[in-house]
């Protein structure tokens, strides 16, 4: 089952939920569930949703700081709504067991870092040293 695992995920999931729904109702099957790859499965789900929220996160700073240091271009619009949407997806697919995993310090630090050097040509201008917004404040999108 491993095997198929590795080159068609699509089936591989479709035959252990198959495989699932049968050991759940206690009907006997001729084959168990291939659990160290569904294990695996579970473990990543809950990792790649953590991973996606602090992306978003990630972005929403990165688009807040670029308004920031560049005021008078005329992208700050554009920034700020996508700051916005990058906020809201966050807040839709955040759970509370994130909070305490969620660096907020880390996550400004590399909104920084993946700031442009110039736009349009120009310097930014300064921004914050520390992070200006706490993690509940950015995930209040309605702002």
């Given at each position: 089952?491993?095997?198929?695992?590795?080159t068609?995920?699509?089936?591989?999931?479709?035959?252990?939920?198959?495989?699932l729904?049968?050991?759940?109702?206690?009907?006997?099957?001729?084959?168990?569930p291939?659990?160290?790859n569904?294990?695996?499965?579970?473990?990543?789900?809950?990792?790649?949703?953590f991973?996606?929220?602090?992306?978003?996160?990630?972005?929403a700073?990165?688009?807040?700081?670029k308004?920031?240091?560049w005021?008078?271009s005329?992208?700050?619009?554009?920034?700020?709504?996508?700051?916005?949407?990058?906020r809201?997806?966050a807040?839709?697919?955040?759970?509370?067991?994130?909070r305490?995993r969620?660096?907020?310090?880390?996550?400004?630090r590399?909104?920084?870092?993946i700031?442009?050097?110039t736009?349009d040509?120009?310097?930014?201008?300064?921004?914050?040293?520390?992070?200006p917004?706490?993690?509940?404040?950015?995930?209040?999108?309605?702002?």
């Open positions: 089952m491993g095997e198929l695992y590795d068609d995920v699509l089936e591989w999931s479709e035959h252990q939920a198959r495989l729904r049968q050991h759940a109702t206690g009907e006997a099957g001729n084959e168990a291939d659990w160290a569904i294990i695996e499965e579970i473990e990543s789900v809950g990792s790649e949703q991973q996606a929220v602090q992306s978003l996160l990630r972005q700073l990165a688009h807040m700081l308004a920031v240091a005021p008078l005329r992208e700050v619009p554009h920034w700020q709504a996508e700051a916005r949407r990058f809201i997806d807040a839709a697919r955040f759970t509370q067991s994130m305490q969620i660096d907020m310090d880390r996550l400004y590399q909104a920084r870092h700031m442009p050097d736009i040509g120009q310097p930014p201008l300064p921004v914050p040293d520390a992070c917004v706490t993690l509940d404040e950015l995930l209040a999108a309605e702002d």
